[in-house]
């Protein structure tokens, strides 16, 4: 029994009276209340002496209860991202929720902790496996946030330390932020049309993909409520009655004189194009920080459709209702300049990427140098503008460099489109391989398949092979190999995992996780390479190594050297492997050191000589200039 439980216990049992007396005869008991609750709530004492002091007698027992001071100290004291969550302080039974959040600490902990073994050898799907361990944690009754809390409180202990359990904290609360965004994400889907703001849909994309940073609709509406303001004041000055002035930024309104409306759009451009310095991000179009809100604001550049969004919504805060055009390979706003009209000449078209320029039904086709259908010119609802951006998104992740960072990015936006659109069988199946291809969650995989053998039996070719290989794959994972257990006999192996390493040729940093004796690559990378033209050739020593860059390389011994001034590493994967960093070398944690059991001692051995040797040799070299400078002073 903790001394957490001891002190719930005390709560309904009697215990002994009586403390020692003081130098003046006096009990500590025979305090006043508020002065107990005082002492004990000073800093140092933390909640194992507050539960033990509760134990001592029926006086502390009472000063100590669960609605009071004592523990509400504790609680704001240890966790204090969590007192948002209570509205209401007073009444609250603190010992209650403190042991309820001490559990599900202990219970997350352990729960991060087991990833590593389980998933060292494989990309972790953390979906597929917190079933099990979550229900656990749900069966105890506690709030969700405490569950983030913990993983928060991980991730922000110390910097150097800990690198493992970070990794997977963080993992863990990737996914668990994401299905909760996913359930706002299946509200508003099934709102009816009006109520199915772009503005709130584009938010809800930038959280699911960027799950870890701090974005909510509410910061970014401020932030476009100030943008109006600016507007607001230079209508003012142009036409103090101008009737934008009247309506709040919040509040919907709607200007119906043409004039008075080109007069809000005249000042939007001049406000967030000229002052603001907007603009479309030309030079580098496909980074998906183009897609995000919260980056375009920062940043102030996007691509067509992200800066619509915020054009189109910056109007309707001024009175000015525009509608969003899918047009091919350009997102487009229209203005109707006729009531009630559908005919294609009866609008202006803005381009936001191009400034907020107005734009003819026939300068649109210029803009992409090709003719189009009438439908194009249409309105579209917010969700064909959501799956616009996802698309986008997509094809930004299809176009990557088959690294971690593109992967989740494909990841991510199929989650989203198949949310919006769940029974499109292209991006299904694309789903599918990509899972395949990652070797990840083989269940999931035939469920997906089997969705598509159900909306489309012509896709049976398909289906049918990655069918067959997702079985072999669920039957190998049952029975995997014993992991290869490499041992420093080679001699010709002079590096080891966690050296800090510089690239020869090529100059980037980077850290070692795996060896082999040999290039043991097939002959077509060899071949691309260009291994054989290297002195030693593909016989020599090969290193798996983490680049600064976040990319996974694979290089010869005789192209790698020590760093002679080694620098912590900023590769996302470098807690799958280390579990701290040292100055100048990474530890391994417990999967890699069992992979290559004689490593450590390597490289602390090589790091000792190497950089205690470059020290010398720099203390060598500073000794004439400081006998020079002492003679100097000395005149």
């Not at 009586?18 to 009990?27: E, L």
């Not at 994309?205 to 970014?220: E, R, T």
């Not at 406000?271 to 603009?279: A, G, S, T, V």
């Not at 990840?440 to 012509?458: G, N, R």
Request: hydrophobic letters at 35%; one cysteine or more; aromatic letters at 10%.
């Amino acid at each position: 029994m903790t001394s957490l439980d001891k002190q719930g216990k005390m709560a309904t049992q009697g215990v002994g009276e009586g403390t020692a007396p003081s130098r003046d005869g006096k009990k500590l008991t025979e305090l006043p209340a508020e002065l107990l609750e005082f002492i004990l709530c000073f800093p140092v004492l933390g909640h194992a002496d507050i539960a033990n002091a509760s134990c001592t007698c029926r006086r502390l027992r009472d000063v100590c209860h669960g609605r009071g001071k004592v523990w509400e100290h504790q609680f704001r004291h240890r966790w204090p991202r969590l007192l948002r969550y209570y509205s209401q302080l007073e009444g609250c039974d603190w010992l209650k929720e403190y042991q309820k959040r001490h559990t599900v600490g202990l219970q997350i902990r352990r729960t991060v902790e087991s990833f590593s073994k389980r998933f060292f050898a494989e990309v972790p799907c953390i979906g597929q496996v917190l079933g099990d361990s979550f229900t656990e944690i749900e069966s105890l009754g506690a709030p969700g946030h405490f569950c983030e809390d913990e993983l928060i409180s991980i991730l922000n202990s110390d910097k150097r330390k800990n690198l493992t359990l970070k990794y997977y904290a963080q993992k863990i609360l990737y996914f668990l932020r994401q299905q909760n965004i996913l359930k706002t994400l299946m509200e508003f889907l099934t709102r009816p049309p009006q109520q199915q703001s772009a503005l709130e849909g584009a938010v809800l994309v930038d959280q699911y993909c960027n799950p870890l940073a701090d974005i909510s609709l509410q910061s970014i509406s401020s932030q476009l409520n100030e943008i109006t303001d600016k507007v607001k004041k230079m209508l003012q000055l142009k036409n103090p009655c101008h009737p934008s002035q009247k309506g709040a930024s919040d509040e919907d309104f709607t200007i119906e004189d043409l004039d008075l409306q080109r007069q809000v759009l005249s000042a939007l451009n001049s406000i967030l194009f000229d002052q603001l310095q907007y603009r479309g991000n030309e030079r580098d179009y496909y980074n998906p920080l183009n897609s995000y809100l919260h980056q375009v604001l920062l940043r102030r550049m996007g691509i067509p459709i992200s800066l619509s969004v915020l054009y189109m919504t910056l109007a309707k805060k001024l009175g000015v209702q525009l509608e969003p055009v899918n047009f091919p390979n350009h997102f487009l706003l229209r203005w109707c300049q006729k009531p009630n009209s559908s005919e294609i000449y009866d609008f202006v078209y803005i381009d936001a990427f191009g400034r907020g320029k107005q734009l003819t039904a026939k300068e649109c086709e210029y803009l992409i140098g090709h003719q189009v259908t009438p439908d194009y010119y249409n309105a579209v609802s917010t969700l064909e503008v959501l799956l616009r951006m996802v698309g986008n998104l997509l094809n930004i992740g299809k176009r990557g460099e088959g690294n971690e960072k593109s992967y989740q990015l494909l990841r991510d936006s199929l989650d989203l489109y198949l949310t919006i659109n769940p029974d499109d069988v292209q991006y299904l199946l694309l789903q599918a391989r990509l899972y395949f291809h990652l070797g990840i969650w083989p269940e999931k995989v035939l469920d997906i398949l089997q969705h598509i053998q159900a909306l489309d039996p012509s896709q049976h070719g398909a289906v049918g092979y990655l069918v067959q290989h997702t079985l072999e794959h669920i039957q190998h994972k049952r029975h995997p190999p014993e992991p290869e257990v490499k041992s420093r006999t080679d001699q010709e192996v002079l590096y080891s995992v966690g050296l800090l390493m510089r690239h020869k040729r090529s100059g980037y940093n980077c850290v070692i996780y795996g060896w082999d004796p040999n290039c043991t690559m097939g002959v077509e990378w060899i071949t691309t390479m260009r291994v054989h033209q290297l002195p030693n050739g593909a016989g020599q020593p090969f290193y798996n190594v983490l680049v600064q860059d976040g990319t996974c390389r694979y290089a010869a011994q005789e192209n790698l050297e020590l760093h002679p001034s080694p620098l912590e590493m900023g590769h996302p994967e470098i807690g799958r492997y280390f579990s701290a960093f040292m100055d100048t070398y990474y530890v391994a944690n417990e999967e890699l050191q069992a992979r290559y059991p004689l490593d450590m001692p390597h490289t602390i051995r090589t790091v000792q000589e190497f950089y205690e040797k470059d020290t010398q040799q720099q203390q060598q070299e500073d000794r004439p200039a400081d006998a020079q400078l002492h003679r100097v002073l000395d005149g």
